[in-house]
Structures are given as structure tokens and as C-alpha cells.
């Protein structure tokens, strides 16, 4: 069981630049979501999605976009990145409803120089 | 305003002794969950807590929810250099249409000294 795979691991890219994060899971899940984890901040929603087709902004959403077109994958797009966008990329997904865990995957360590 | 406050926010101590963290709102919460993170890896659910007042235990932990739901806490008893790592607290909130929404504290890093 793959659970959620992240890739790439690690990822340094130039100001202005433009990536995208691949985020698969394998668990059949409905929700999924993905957050930064920045130093003394904690971890912070930036996108999230309830089912194939539905995407919806978390706490800092500015500079990213999702979509959902299987119930597998949700990627996070970086279309022109800033330094401020340097930081931990964790995707999690859960079956949605309140007590409901989240399971992440292993981060993509993004660097903007 | 951060909505869950997590203390302390770093903590080492000696093999063997115990600690408390604490996860503070004045926001009420449908369940809280406790997760714990390694380095380089994401963070793993420990536990779900949902009743008000709800203990539960796991091995050397002691998790704990607030009677109003707006706090929880951690107890870890005679802590060992495997418990080391970041510590986070989680509250879910109804955010309408049926979609449940996880806020995060800042976490607490423990380490623990053989």
C-alpha cells in the first residue's frame, strides 16, 4: 500500500519560474489537500478538494493553483514562484468527515532563489 | 490570532522523565487529533479524540480533551529518545456544506536526552 506518494522530494527553482507538485493516493479517498510548513508557523491549508471535479482555497491560497480530475491525484501548481513560496509542501488525504485522520506524504522541500 | 496555541513550543528533557503539552482555543472543536512528525517525513496521527473529557491512552501516552472541547493535552510518562520529534495538535471545525476543516498549531518540539 503506496498510501500518498509526493514527488519530486526536493526542487529548487528561479524566481518567476513555474513547477508543479504531483501528489497521488491510493487509499480511495475524498479528501484531499495540501499545506506548507513553514519554521515557527506550523502548517497552513493552501488548496483543498472533497471529490473529483471540487477545489476550494484554505488560509493562504495566493500564488497557487489545484485542480481534481481523478480521485487519485491532486497537483499544486506554482505559476510564477517567489521566494516567499520557498518552503515544506505536505499533501494528506482523508475520508471526509470530522474525526476523520489525515494521511500525509513524505514533503517536497521547495527552495526559490 | 492563531486559533489552537500549542506550549510549550520546545522542550528537552532527560530520558526517563515525564512532560505535558498542552493545545489551547477558545474555539470549540467537532474532535481534535495529535499527530507526531519526524524529520523529513510528514506528520502521523497518534490519536482522535471527540468527547468532552475523552482520555485515551497509548502505551506511555495520555491524551486528554477538554471538557468543552475548546483544549486537549499530552502526557507523555518516562520518555524515551524514540519519542523525539515535532508534536501537532489539530482541531476539525464544520466549514458548511458539509466539508470539516483541520486547523493546525504551531507543534512542539520534544527532545529527548538518553
Known amino acids: 500500500n503506496a498510501g500518498v506518494t509526493q514527488t519530486p522530494k526536493f526542487q529548487v527553482l528561479k524566481t518567476g519560474q513555474s513547477m508543479t507538485l504531483q501528489c497521488a493516493q491510493d487509499m480511495n479517498h475524498e479528501y484531499m489537500s495540501w499545506y506548507r510548513q513553514d519554521p515557527g508557523m506550523g502548517l497552513r491549508l493552501i488548496h483543498y478538494s472533497v471529490g473529483a471535479g471540487i477545489t476550494d482555497q484554505g488560509e493562504v491560497p495566493n500564488g497557487y493553483n489545484v485542480s481534481r480530475s481523478t480521485t487519485e491525484d491532486f497537483p499544486l501548481r506554482l505559476l510564477s514562484a517567489a521566494p516567499s513560496q520557498t518552503s515544506v509542501y505536505f499533501c494528506?488525504?482523508?475520508?471526509?468527515?470530522?474525526?476523520?485522520?489525515?494521511?500525509f506524504g513524505n514533503g517536497t522541500r521547495l527552495t526559490v532563489t | 490570532t492563531q486559533l489552537l496555541e500549542q506550549s510549550p513550543q520546545f522542550l528537552s528533557i532527560q530520558e526517563g522523565e515525564n512532560l505535558t503539552v498542552y493545545c489551547n482555543s477558545s474555539?470549540?472543536?467537532?474532535?481534535l487529533q495529535w499527530y507526531r512528525q519526524e524529520p523529513g517525513e510528514g506528520p502521523v496521527l497518534l490519536v482522535t479524540?471527540?468527547?468532552?473529557?475523552e482520555v485515551k491512552k497509548l502505551k506511555r501516552l495520555t491524551f486528554q480533551f477538554g471538557d468543552a472541547r475548546k483544549d486537549s493535552s499530552l502526557h507523555i510518562t518516562a520518555a524515551q529518545p524514540g519519542d523525539t520529534g515535532l508534536y501537532l495538535c489539530?482541531?476539525?471545525?464544520?466549514?458548511?456544506?458539509?466539508?470539516?476543516?483541520?486547523?493546525f498549531g504551531k507543534g512542539t518540539k520534544l527532545s529527548v536526552i538518553p
Open positions: 494528506a488525504s482523508s475520508y471526509h468527515s470530522f474525526n476523520s485522520p489525515l494521511h
Open positions: 474555539s470549540v472543536f467537532s474532535s
Open positions: 489539530a482541531g476539525a471545525q464544520y466549514s458548511g456544506a458539509g466539508s470539516y476543516q483541520l486547523t
Open positions: 479524540v471527540v468527547t468532552g473529557g
